[in-house]
């Protein structure tokens, strides 16, 4: 359309000079229209808005504006296929561009203790209160402070590699925008299905379990809140309403503005932090040194076993750095918030893991409501109102910080047209990304209305743990390949390297999987991994140096993150695996016939006005 347009107005730099005029401020919507062919030129540009809901808003593109164009678009699905594979981005493109596509700037509210205690809102609730129980009683006993601690140190080795990308790159992309400029268009699309499918999920499961924790402070069972339906099938029969309603409550809040949002965030998370020391003093006066002599009843695999699903615990703090685009400083507030959070999440993890089977013998912990019960059991009824109304507050706080990163991830993949353009729309008032909100949790209220908790812990592990594995990958690129810079030699030398530590990662994972229980499996596997990250430190010059905050230990902090948090893989139940590759399929389904193209064509007019612009400055 461009060139059509600039023959109307006589010179390409008088068309220029009047889009400049027209549309100054950045506006997805009238942008997009822009970009599109149509018969309508500039006064259909002017007509569009941000929060309209035509079709220009969902299908702008050149692809979809008739049938003959989608039709020779399906006809370059190859050839586009492979641009997108192997085009990454840039980060002036993440931070510029590709923000530009909003209505409007997102306001720069946020300071590390915003950060922090956004960090300990979306991490402490659903896990600690409902896993530590089920974990402890079924797969780890006493040992579950172990699963913790191995968890946690998966989480914190990703925290890390989070940190120094959302410090480079500040935007509301988080790992999707890092995988798109280091990893190419095609993997951050898959991830970022999988991201998308972590906040729902996540989300459901928590509002599941705020049902639980409220049945229980009313004196009731939480199935006494829920209608069973036995015309489904048992893991989706037992519709939870009043998870709907928490979470209709938690989108109107997430919409109002970030600021209030982290304000009620840290007010009810200190809260929660006073009810967690209560639990843990109150709890340890009680302590049975008793309960501990069968430390390790299921043994190493129950520990392991048992951290593949606690990790459901560690979810969260991703959603932190998706807050960089709203941080005041985010060279400084990003380091100082995600790790003081993960720091002190963790130790209060291990604490009440502790607490709770020091109070109880494993065997006898109840699995939906672990402290409530508890304290029931050595004669404190009165305190498991505590215990329900602290875990209720936790919830809560974890439901808002998902329901502000989830729409960030989501405005952000909407930038590149990936989804639909009307999902990038920030409202001007509020500074929040609405449509985004809004979509985003009913489709987390629809899930949790039907699905059950433990289908819902399955699926979100893989998840976390799969798009975690890839931003550490995304993070060794980064710091050891640059285009242009890194000579072919090099570039092969990383390559061979990420191989072999990638591959000897998932022969660890397979073999646990498998039930190995020899060591000479592990004796080949894990030299080979550490051949591998040595051979990148010793024969591969890193191409770039962080600007302002960089993970310590590269390679190895990032490589051991990687090996981690694949074998924690092999420990999740195969059903889970199954349903995790029917998403994926219907990812790719999707990116076949809609996402590729909208991309494509987004990004080839992109390069289209750059070349525009750029001989409009050289005349």
């Known amino acids: 359309m461009a060139p059509s347009n600039a023959e109307q107005l006589g010179t390409l730099g008088q068309y220029t000079l009047a889009l400049i005029d027209q549309f100054h401020s950045p506006n997805s919507g009238m942008s997009e229209k822009i970009m599109t062919p149509t018969n309508g030129g500039l006064e259909g540009t002017v007509k569009r808005r941000g929060c309209s809901c035509s079709k220009e808003d969902f299908l702008p593109e050149e692809s979809f504006q008739s049938w003959g164009n989608y039709v020779k678009a399906m006809k370059r699905t190859g050839p586009k296929f492979i641009n997108r594979v192997t085009t990454r ?27 922090m205690w956004f960090g300990v809102g979306a991490v402490i609730g659903a896990g600690i209160f409902v896993y530590t129980g089920l974990e402890a009683r079924s797969s780890a006993g006493p040992a579950v402070v172990l699963s913790y601690v191995v968890s946690g140190i998966s989480a914190m080795l990703s925290v890390f590699c989070y940190t120094e990308f959302a410090v480079e790159i500040p935007v509301a992309g988080g790992s999707f925008a890092y995988l798109r400029i280091e990893l190419g268009d095609f993997m951050a699309f898959i991830a970022a299905g999988n991201i998308l499918l972590e906040y729902v999920i996540g989300g459901a499961a928590v509002a599941r379990s705020w049902t639980s924790y409220f049945a229980t402070l009313l004196n009731h069972e939480p199935e006494d809140f829920r209608i069973k ?77 048992a ?24 060279g400084r507030d990003i380091p100082i918030g995600l790790v003081a959070s993960m720091v002190i999440t963790t130790v209060a993890y291990c604490l009440l893991a502790i607490t709770l089977c020091l109070m109880q013998p494993y065997y006898e912990v109840d699995v939906d409501a672990p402290y409530s019960v508890a304290f029931t059991a050595v004669g404190m009824d009165w305190a498991k109102y505590i215990v329900a109304a602290g875990a209720l507050k936790g919830m809560t706080t974890v439901l808002l910080v998902g329901a502000v990163g989830q729409a960030r991830y989501l405005t952000h993949i909407a930038r590149t047209h990936m989804v639909p353009p009307w999902l990038a729309s920030v409202n001007e008032k509020t500074g929040t990304p609405v449509n985004a909100t809004i ?19 399955n699926l979100l592990s893989i998840s976390t743990l799969f798009i975690f594995s890839l931003v550490a990958v995304a993070l060794l690129v980064r710091r050891y390949y640059v285009t242009d810079v890194t000579t072919t030699t090099n570039r092969n030398k990383l390559l061979l390297c990420l191989v072999l530590i990638i591959s000897s990662s998932i022969a660890n994972a397979l073999y646990w999987a498998l039930d190995g229980n020899g060591w000479i499996a592990y004796a080949i596997s894990v030299p080979v991994w550490f051949l591998g990250t040595l051979g990148l430190r010793i024969f591969v010059p890193q191409a770039r140096e962080p600007k302002l ?13 990687i090996a981690i948090n694949i074998f924690l893989l092999g420990s999740i139940d195969g059903m889970s695996f199954v349903r995790f590759g029917g998403w994926t399929g219907f990812l790719l389904i999707y990116y076949v016939f809609f996402g590729l193209h909208a991309s494509y064509d987004t990004a080839k007019e992109a390069l289209k006005k750059k070349i525009e612009n750029t001989k409009v400055d050289g005349v």
């Open 89 to 115: 981005s840039l980060d002036a493109t993440e931070l510029n561009e590709v923000k530009g596509q909003s209505e409007n700037e997102m306001k720069k509210t946020l300071n590390w203790w915003d950060l």
């Open 307 to 330: 951290s593949s699903v606690l990790f459901f615990a560690y979810v969260g703090f991703d959603a932190v750095s998706t807050m960089a685009e709203e941080t005041k400083n985010p």
């Open 229 to 305: 339906v036995h015309s489904l099938p048992e893991d989706y029969g037992h519709l939870d309403p009043v998870a709907v309603g928490i979470t209709m409550i938690i989108c109107v809040l997430a919409v109002k503005s970030t600021k209030g949002s982290s304000r009620f965030n840290y007010i009810a998370s200190i809260i929660h932090v006073v009810v967690i020391l209560f639990i843990i003093i109150a709890g340890l006066t009680k302590a049975d040194l008793k309960n501990y002599s069968s430390f390790a009843p299921f043994g190493a695999r129950g520990v392991f076993k």
């Open 439 to 457: 979509v985003m949790l009913v489709a987390t209220a629809v899930v949790a209305f039907f699905t059950s908790l433990p289908i819902l812990s």
């Open 549 to 561: 905050w960089g993970v310590p230990l590269v390679p190895w902090l990032p490589s051991a993150s």
